[in-house]
Antibody
Framework: QVQLQESGPGLVKPSGTLSLTCAVS?????????WSWVRQPPGKGLEWIGE???????NYNPSLKSRVTISVDKSKNQFSLKLSSVTAADTAVYYC??????????????WGQGTLVTVSS | SYVLTQPPSVSVAPGKTARITCGGN??????VHWYQQKPGQAPVLVIY???DRPSGIPERFSGSNSGNTATLTISRVEAGDEADYYC???????????FGTGTKVTVL
């Protein structure tokens, strides 16, 4: 079964760039799935950040679009997130997840365990 | 943008039934999915396509969706069901992946 694992620095300085990677195991990132990033500020709800297909096609949350870049590395079976110009408001647990899609809907399953990123000097 | 509203909290005694609502404009025209999140853990899918259960999810979890409200029902509640629950839809008109505000279920 597919498993996802996030990795990256747990501390980023204000105005810097947050960089995370999601390693996919138990399946191929080149399968017919989109792959997403979702974040959750401490004590708050879930926010979708963006998604990528193995072809490199991406879609982003309009509220973050100007600062987000998601990329894929098929040779390593992983995808990555970069969020620039971070502030304390970007402090959150960041999750990667596989999308399951149909013509009319989509849901997220499974999810990675999540990684806490704190923005602080 | 599309908004999904959930009650902040629901309390239920063990063995009783918990109902968690998810309100949205004409949500009955969309498919709703539900996630359970225990403290310090990642969300887990418990209901998809309004009422389907992934393998490994107990039959005690069920879902319905009509009009402006979707509902997640947990029957015969157990202490292990204590968690935050989130609804989620895909708003095709904007291609937004939208989560509800979340509901904390407390088992008394």
């Amino acid at each position: 079964q597919v498993q996802l694992q996030e990795s990256g620095p747990g501390l980023v300085k204000p105005s810097g760039t947050l960089s995370l990677t999601c390693a996919v195991s138990g399946g191929s990132i080149s399968s017919s799935n989109w792959w997403s990033w979702v974040r959750q500020p401490p004590g708050k709800g879930l926010e979708w950040i963006g998604e990528i297909y193995h072809s490199g096609s991406t879609n982003y949350n309009p509220s973050l679009k100007s600062r987000v870049t998601i990329s894929v590395d098929k040779s390593k079976n992983q995808f990555s997130l970069k969020l620039s110009s971070v502030t304390a408001a970007d402090t959150a647990v960041y999750y990667c997840a596989r999308e399951r899609t149909t013509v009319t809907t989509l849901w997220f399953d499974p999810w990675g365990q999540g990684t806490l990123v704190t923005v602080s000097s | 943008s599309y908004v999904l509203t959930q009650p902040p909290s629901v309390s239920v005694a063990p063995g009783k039934t918990a109902r968690i609502t998810c309100g949205g404009n004409n949500i009955g025209s969309k498919s709703v999915h539900w996630y359970q999140q225990k403290p310090g853990q990642a969300p887990v899918l418990v209901i998809y396509y309004d009422s389907d259960r992934p393998s490994g999810i107990p039959e005690r979890f069920s879902g319905s969706n009509s009009g402006n409200t979707a509902t997640l029902t947990i029957s015969r509640v157990e202490a292990g069901d204590e968690a935050d629950y989130y609804c989620q839809v895909w708003d095709s008109s904007s291609d937004h992946k939208v989560f509800g505000t979340g509901t904390k279920v407390t088992v008394l």
